[in-house]
């Protein structure tokens, strides 16, 4: 067996595939984020959903069904445990009683995380986690360029009387000063709302919507090449609600709408954002009960993995 | 709170979307559809169906699954409930044990329903109802124009010896005179037959059948486009079997046939609709225990609401 | 049809089982519990859950499987609705993004409910409930004796450094002072814990605790006779986990625990509840997501009417 | 391999057990039942059923699942296939679309087996198939005495103002005089129904009714035994219908019941039934779409073996 | 009825499409392919899968399914029951207890099929059985052409230092001579991998490789006209893996690649085959257990009705 | 927090119980058995098995749903990890592609634990695990007694011809000298075989076998107190198929026989080898495909945590 410089996931000629550690890729896990490059990390809550419930379970299925993962991106060529080290620090302790103080432990956790020079991956949980995710990002990189990816725009002031559910993430991070309001893209929006404004509070600050309707029978790499003339190298993060994509491809989450993005422009989304200087990503509302099979979470997993392939620093494989 | 003039849905600012009445978008229920513009009402049966069971629980889980819809179309922009009257006025009583006892219990009650102003939108249930809720529908408008939207054309003369069956609904309203011949149009038409007249029967009589194969790889806004000017004014009913779609969107339903229309191009035909006179509409073939995730019949809701959204009379939502 | 000086359930001879209102054993539902005697009520929640979530559906699929229930109880003789005016109430609207502010959006609506003379069954939801509705059982009541069955004691202290949860509910209505001491019955506890505390806490209060080994290869009638002779004519309240089934009988449920009650148990339990002074019961804890089948929440719909069965002032059917 | 007298099931050790025929036990199948001592039948019937469908799956499943069994019964030692020529003759070709006339067909289709010196062992369906069996069985066999094991007792007059329904199958072989009235017993009889005549009707004719609670908590071969004692030689039909079981043992059933027998119930009934004269079996009831593990239908498969294994003529097995 | 000079599949007119033998369209079954032009066969097997089990379930869950397939192909117009004799020979003995001698009894089998002049139709089963399959043709035809659709390029010198496995067929396919190098097409190749060679090693010796992405977003039409162009009257071996399709189509199967193929693809694949001299095909990795619906295998079967639409000698039906 | 001697279950109060490490009981990972009392180990295998495949994803998903296990056993008072050293030491590599080199495999990881001073816990995977590991256990400890709860003998010399197989592990550890004959106890067999031999051998080598059909409707606790007098303080492992089990108990298996042990009786024979001398332990056949609510792997966590509590040296907790 080769020496490896870094970290690399636990191959399938070394232990069964459905053997192993349940870690992110079958990666090593540590405690902290100390000396990697870039790591896995899960936030196991529910509890700010509004419709079906079980994104608690979303970062464990996520990570049992990432066990089919290598390590070469056959499409790109990236070769991201070449050029980092990464490994799986295992999940944020939220307290699944109390959502508020959840946010709260977040933005302790990611703090912590980004006292060292790493970019943090996370794994959903409900949207309500990048809230708290970006007010720690804010700490270290200021403002940031945002690609959300997601059915709903979720930007309502409030639900049900309250400014913190899994409705209001990016309302929260507007008014926290957490984003750079004209490089923020909202790609797959539809659906049903209470009214325009729903889509468009959002283009009122300078934010880019564009609905899943523009998206219908395309290829949307010209649109990513748009979004990164914009962006150029400002700080970025990447937040993909996997209810974006049109349920046939995602049915296991809990705000379903139809009509949305092919899984084929979900990874011409990840992928378009190579060459951006992405300093966090998230994969979100993963929710296992509705998907038994845990091809929604292997989804998922693939997608984390594609967000890895495209950060800063990630290279093509040598030769083997 | 707003005072609205007709019913809302009730929102999930009131009551958990998890909560409230199971109706069709959790709207009031009423016993008859007097005083209503629109109605939804269920038909749960499936003795007419010919392979896997089940849409007699079809109308349960749409409306379990409808909980989730907003009273705005994000991408029309039509607001159906600033404009019309609505609510949901329950089931048909069929008779489980005599399909053909059922058919004429769903013809009267569909009496009952015309004697009011109203359009029924239905929720079903096999794909045998539409027959008998022509006939009522033409004793009040006269023959109509049909959008017909099926992996099947519907037309047999008979299954195993019997006139009434879900293969034959549209064989029956020919002979009933319920047609308007050189305005009707199936699309999504495909998968395996007896003979070249499973398709052709319709077409020797005028019909427009749109094969699947005709509508890959493109938009079918073109089409309807076309649809719409050959209609032009006359009554037209709309009748939506799921199992037009792949099964990839809408995989619980009894007759499954590869290679159909996508979720985009579906909606596609229904938001096509716009401006037509519509007189009545259905979704049919729902069969909840093949998706206990609860997503087919989501996405039957969804499209019962984009209906509601092209129904004569429906305008723009004013600003919120 | 005769007619009935109360409300009856909408028989299958009127309408197919699987079609008609998704009340609760489709009875007639009305916005209070103004005019009855008892009332069905659901509470969605689950946030106060600590492993698997989704009884925040669970009314929903009680009262969905609840439709195949006829009015007789063939084992009693017990006709509740020829004694007794019914209703279904329709839900709680609990706060599902904050825990602490439903508990007390619970105790209100019953304060409400408790205005009338009536008793209200009710549908979790997750076991909190139990606790907001004690404390309005209280206020009418004074404490209550208390047959709680259940895998678990509930009496933790603090789940995470929290007061509000579903393994506390009756820390919470002991400190409230809810509960006759000498009067409480922990039936089907077992399992794993942090310490003999876990149960020996109750004790210490005079509570019986008759753990599940108890129970094993044996009838709970003789249980049942010799605790309604301890409680007599006191005020019960009779609290129903679903995970005190074994899973074999109850298997969607988040807190599993082998080892359980019978369902043969668990009718005995209920009918030997016959006679006490019931003034409130509920049932909690069915998770639809981990039973597709329905049929955790059918027997969850079926112990309801046991529980209706009970209630004093019900009495045996007349001729038919 | 030793050369067998009797058709024999295809061994594991020649075709793996998920290879092979799809027929009952991997046994070979024939058009008719000529030259057989018995035969299994399946009838795909769902049309009879008032809640859930799915039991026109059910021959299939049964079929499937009966893969693993092997010939000898470990139990009782019965060799049934050293003792009797035994096939599969495939299904009844009933009109799915026609109730009536497919007990019609039914009646006609044993006339045909019964024709032959045979046993049919019958796979459903749903329950409304008896009556039609027992039609055929009365015209060789004049009445006979009824083992009928279940959760309901089917003596509905009509259901929905229909004589033919899976309620009713025994009120409409009462009429036909099918039926020795003072050798009917019927067993695991619970749930809740319209009023006492639901179970007293049978009693007045004379049948012994064993309700579920009789049964609980006890072995039934006791009475099995004073079964046999009043059945003396009379012919004997026996009707399982797999609702008789808990719904922990068989949950992949339509109407269900909680507190129903145990699968050891289930087994200690059929095998109280070896030194009767039976004439005839089936087993009803299952519903695959309820159970997708297939274990339901395994049951069932399980226990049309152990009736085989109680047919006259079936002895222990050699020494191997 | 009319009488066929071929065998043809029973009809939903003659028996309810959920009943009748459980064979690949419900043809008749022979234990030999003599006097066959084209034969289904099954291989019960998944010892050779590397990540989720259940392909061993393949066969019988495909020939379930495919009972909804009736005999004329309404796009192609293809009536292949008209114009050869075509059965269902069974299923393949293999060992499921040892990989290596399973592939040696395959080839043997094979052997037994190609003894006569007929075509197979192999239903998987998973990939590992297209090596020995491989073989037997070799043998009887020499190297053949390949159209290979899949996500993987199965052609590792080793897993876990195995040279037999689901991931090495082609490997040893082209190290035992079977193919045409300059006439094997790999269409359908994604997601992660071990480096470039995985897919560059086929380039290396002459074959051509699609990857997925290259399809993405178009119709493979074109491909297939350039395909059979280079191809010519060469003798062709046709491999389906359902995994070529994206999950959403096929989510029943085991080793799942996000951003495959659409049904729609496949379909133009299979048809796009339609001329050539095809003298064997296959469709594997179909998992049952990870598509209770059913649908991943009635898509199975649909392909393999394609596949027989497309053999030499199927012309159109006749006038019927 | 309390500082402990010892590893301890990561508790819900310091992470969601749906969050953490997925190994045993979320107790700490370590390579090796190096100074443990017991260690838990994972084989995922399922290529043994004859019918049902997907216990190779046994130890995954027993893990994934053993973290609601708390540390103290409420029945019996034990507090294991107050007396023991305990961790998961991850999984055995066994070849998914020869079952022979994996018996091989198992064997020499074996040897690897048992150089320390450890018991190790198994979670399977197929049974035919059991051999090699009793192999590896007679080279420590000579041959053992066995306690072995299964549905099945097990003994068969061979399957399809082979000597490996989930059918055979106890005649080639009988050959092996492996097992003290005079101390074997064979506990819940039944169903179907090929004579009575394949309960009968056992019986002519000196061993008990127990039929289930012994065991219906009552304790066990009576055996167990025989079984423990009989073995004194011999070695014993003790091995427990989960098909042992009712399929009510336990669906999620392969080789499914109704007619089995309740979940009470199971827990009365694990808890029953207190004060016996264990020097293993394993639980087998768990099949996750089957049982998708993870009840059933949950269960065998159980089961696995209450064979930890039995071990030599655990006694009770101390006041807490």
Same mark, same amino acid.
């Given at each position: 067996? @080769?020496?490896?410089?870094?970290?690399?996931?636990? /191959?399938?000629?070394?232990?069964?595939?459905?053997?192993?550690?349940? @870690?992110?890729?079958?990666?090593?896990?540590?405690?902290? &984020?100390?000396?990697?490059?870039?790591?896995?990390?899960?936030?196991?809550?529910?509890?700010?959903?509004?419709?079906?419930? +079980?994104?608690?379970?979303?970062?464990?299925?996520?990570?049992?069904?990432?066990?089919?993962?290598?390590?070469?991106?056959?499409?790109?060529?990236?070769?991201?445990?070449?050029?980092?080290?990464?490994?799986?620090?295992? $999940?944020?302790?939220?307290? @699944?009683? !109390?959502?508020?103080?959840?946010? !709260?432990?977040?933005?302790?956790?990611?703090?912590?995380?980004?006292?060292?020079?790493?970019?943090?991956?996370?794994?959903? +949980? !409900?949207?309500?986690?990048?809230?708290?995710?970006?007010?720690?990002?804010?700490?270290?990189?200021?403002?940031?360029?945002?690609?959300?990816?997601?059915?709903?725009?979720?930007?309502?002031?409030?639900?049900?009387?309250?400014?913190? &559910?899994?409705?209001? #993430?990016?309302?929260?991070?507007?008014?926290?000063?957490?984003?750079?309001? $004209?490089?923020?893209?909202?790609?797959?929006?539809?659906?049903? +709302?209470?009214?325009?404004?729903?889509?468009?509070?959002?283009?009122?600050?300078?934010?880019?919507?564009?609905?899943?309707?523009? *998206?219908?029978?395309?290829?949307?790499?010209?649109?990513?090449?748009?979004?990164?003339?914009?962006?150029?190298?400002?700080?970025?993060?990447?937040?993909?609600?996997? !209810?974006?994509?049109?349920?046939?491809?995602?049915?296991?989450?809990?705000?379903?709408?139809?009509?949305?993005?092919?899984?084929?422009?979900?990874?011409?989304?990840?992928? /378009?954002? &190579?060459?951006?200087?992405?300093? /966090?990503?998230?994969?979100?509302?993963?929710?296992? #009960?509705?998907?038994?099979?845990?091809?929604?979470?292997?989804?998922? &997993?693939?997608?984390?993995?594609?967000?890895? *392939?495209?950060?800063?620093?990630?290279?093509?494989?040598?030769?083997?």
């Amino acid at each position: 067996m @080769t020496t490896h410089r870094f970290n690399q996931p636990l /191959g399938g000629n070394e232990m069964p595939r459905f053997g192993g550690p349940v @870690t992110m890729m079958r990666l090593p896990s540590q405690p902290t &984020a100390e000396g990697l490059d870039a790591c896995f990390v899960g936030i196991p809550m529910d509890i700010g959903t509004s419709n079906r419930p +079980g994104t608690r379970l979303g970062p464990r299925q996520i990570r049992d069904e990432s066990r089919m993962l290598r390590p070469y991106n056959m499409a790109t060529g990236a070769a991201p445990f070449e050029h980092l080290q990464v490994a799986d620090i295992g $999940d944020v302790p939220i307290n @699944t009683f !109390d959502l508020k103080k959840s946010v !709260d432990i977040i933005t302790e956790f990611y703090r912590g995380i980004l006292a060292h020079d790493v970019i943090p991956l996370t794994l959903g +949980g !409900d949207h309500t986690l990048t809230w708290p995710i970006l007010r720690a990002i804010k700490e270290k990189h200021g403002p940031v360029a945002l690609i959300h990816v997601d059915a709903h725009a979720d930007i309502n002031d409030e639900m049900f009387g309250e400014k913190v &559910a899994h409705g209001c #993430p990016f309302r929260r991070a507007y008014e926290d000063g957490c984003l750079i309001n $004209d490089k923020v893209f909202q790609i797959g929006l539809r659906g049903t +709302g209470y009214g325009p404004a729903d889509f468009d509070w959002g283009r009122e600050r300078g934010w880019r919507v564009v609905q899943a309707e523009e *998206c219908w029978h395309k290829s949307l790499t010209p649109l990513m090449a748009e979004i990164r003339a914009i962006i150029g190298d400002a700080p970025v993060y990447l937040t993909y609600d996997i !209810d974006s994509l049109d349920p046939a491809f995602a049915p296991g989450t809990g705000t379903v709408e139809p009509g949305g993005l092919t899984i084929w422009q979900g990874l011409e989304i990840v992928r /378009g954002a &190579a060459g951006l200087n992405l300093v /966090g990503c998230d994969l979100v509302e993963v929710s296992p #009960p509705y998907d038994p099979s845990g091809n929604t979470a292997l989804i998922g &997993a693939n997608l984390l993995y594609e967000m890895l *392939c495209v950060l800063p620093g990630v290279g093509k494989g040598h030769a083997d």
